[in-house]
């Protein structure tokens, strides 16, 4: 019922900068939260930040201060900037949008930052 495309992944050095986009369609009433979740090769998935429909924003520790999530105008589209990469943000990162209980998930976009 919900599709989603994430785009802007790449290859990075350390310190520099990555902005992730993620296009939303499909029937996306009732949709109230919005974010993005990576995964590390023999990691756990971990939430990265997430938006809700009012705006509210929340951020993983490890990210604060160097990354910004924001959505557009109608709001089926969200960013995720990040800035001063480390190594240690490499990840495949997947965009999120809950329905209630229901979460749906992206098929993910490679960021590689390198030492």
Partial sequence: QVQLVESGGGL?????????????????FSINRMGWYRQAPGKQREMVASITTYGTTNYAESVKGRFTISRDNAKTTIYLQMNSLKPEDTAVYYCAASRGPTTYWGQGTQVTVSS
Avoid: K, P
């Fill in 12 to 28: 990075v050095q350390a310190g520099g900068s990555l902005r992730l986009s993620c296009a939303s369609s499909g029937r996306l």
